[in-house]
């Protein structure tokens, strides 16, 4: 079963509340960086609906071409897909409403970088969201090494030319920052 659909994970993190809670509306423009299966993608294309729209990155080619096809079955034409690092790809110069990171930021070789070009891409007033494992031990999730901590994310959103508007638990195993451009 994809993880998109996985029963278990949306008990712990329900995709469409997690999208409603950071502002999600129809007609917004909404970046998945490091989309993989489209656990956010699909529910983000069906919020922001026809005269919305959603892109997803991901370095993997193979998942992206499996979430293309999910999408073309579920008749969601508003999703734009492409593979590719994050610290090499903007989608769009300042465009989108909200770019989004799930558990993705550990995962660049140069997050700063992944940030940089997300600021290029945000239009004004738009926000930058990253949902990421906590770095505490537990038995899902990336490995507890390369996570990082709130405090962590927070200096590298920072960095990158964003105010972090606010810092939160979600639900038991993640965190969410806000973040506008500075």
Known sequence: MPRYEDTERVKSQNPETVLLH????????FMDIGCGDGFFSIPAAKIVGKEG???????????????????????????????????????????A??????MALHDFA??????????????????LVNLDWKK?????????HIRFSEIQAQEMIEQ???????????GPYH???TAHPA
């Open 22 to 29: 950071i502002g999600l509306q129809p007609g917004f423009t």
């Open 53 to 95: 729209k959603v892109f997803g990155l991901d370095a993997n080619s193979s998942i992206i071409d499996s979430l293309q096809k999910k999408a073309q079955q579920e008749g969601l034409n508003n999703i734009v897909l492409k593979a590719g690092k994050a610290e090499e790809i903007i989608l769009c110069d300042s465009c």
């Open 136 to 144: 505490i031990p537990m038995e899902c999730g990336a490995p507890l």
């Open 175 to 177: 965190y969410l920052i």
């Open 97 to 102: 409403d909200i770019v989004f990171f799930s």
């Open 160 to 170: 990158s030319g964003f105010k972090v508007a606010s810092v939160e638990e979600s």
């Open 110 to 127: 140069t997050p700063l970088k992944a940030l940089g070009n997300a600021h290029k891409m945000l239009r004004p007033g738009g926000k």
